[in-house]
């Protein structure tokens, strides 16, 4: 049974170890066509939100401290399987073994009810769980709505113009519960904002800052670019921007979101 190791690390880069050292692990199965770059990403996905719960929320680990993950896996007919009893977290700071033992099995034990509960909701109806996917966004794009009825600009402004100064967008990390944070730089590789791509109600959703000048701007479109896509070419979502008209927003406002969002990177 093959062994994941992240070796020694940095709390805050967990994620990015454990993704990487799958796809590296696996790359002649992905050659070979036993196993897809799809189903490799959902495990890493799903180990490292496993692995988010104990660090963050339990061991409340700070993201400089030191840590080292292994766990026993197996590939059997294209699907990664975790052996869950063979995780170990080991956390470098002064914390008895015991404790992190009895946290990874308690975060162990809570993602799988979860993941149990979810798998209900979804035997008992496909549609059920979309129709209430599109509620969720409809009520957070009313929420949006009523903030840029706060907010002291809100003038639209004409598609194309506001990401004219953008030349790349690259991956700063992954979201806890799936989804990119892209960094947008011009030409000089200086930061102009980011842009948030994350999937709901079948739909990957981008929502994009953008600081240029002394404008800000924000704005939020679906699309039906994949997240895998947007994961191998962070620049697609670029010409997707560029088809939105924004919103023009505070600059304090812009900075206080971006603050926000880059909080939420694993």
């Given at each position: ?210 600081i240029s000048g002394d404008n800000a701007y924000r704005a939020y479109t679906k699309t039906e670019i994949p997240l895998s896509r947007i994961g191998e070419d962070p620049n697609i979502v670029l010409e997707e921007l560029k088809k939105v008209t924004p ?12 603050e926000e969002r880059l909080k939420e990177l694993t």
């Amino acid at each position: 049974m093959p062994l994941l190791s992240t070796g020694l690390i940095i709390a805050g880069a967990y994620a990015d170890k454990v993704r990487r050292t799958l796809f590296a692990q696996l790359k002649d199965k992905i050659k070979n066509n036993e196993i897809t770059p799809q189903e490799v990403a959902r495990a890493a996905g799903e180990l490292n939100r496993i692995i988010y719960e104990a660090l963050v929320y339990k061991l409340k680990i700070d993201k400089g401290d030191v840590v080292r993950i292994r766990i026993n896996y197996e590939v059997e007919d294209g699907k990664i399987k975790w052996d869950y009893s063979s995780l170990t977290i080991e956390a470098f700071r002064r914390e008895p073994d015991e404790k992190v033992e009895e946290i990874v099995k308690e975060s162990i034990k809570e993602i799988l009810e979860k993941e149990k509960e979810e798998k209900t909701i979804e035997e008992k109806g496909e549609e059920k769980r979309e129709e209430l996917e599109e509620e969720k966004v409809e009520e957070e794009q009313e929420k949006e709505k009523e903030e840029e009825k706060e907010a002291p600009l809100t003038t639209p402004q004409p598609p194309g113009e506001w990401t004219s100064n953008i030349a790349e967008a690259v991956i700063l990390g992954e979201l806890p519960y799936g989804g990119y944070v892209l960094a947008l730089r011009d030409t000089n590789g200086d930061s102009l904002g980011l842009v948030v791509a994350e999937e709901r109600a079948g739909a990957t959703v981008l929502d994009a800052i953008v600081i240029s000048g002394d404008n800000a701007y924000r704005a939020y479109t679906k699309t039906e670019i994949p997240l895998s896509r947007i994961g191998e070419d962070p620049n697609i979502v670029l010409e997707e921007l560029k088809k939105v008209t924004p919103t023009v927003i505070s600059k304090d406002e812009a900075r206080k979101i971006i603050e926000e969002r880059l909080k939420e990177l694993t």
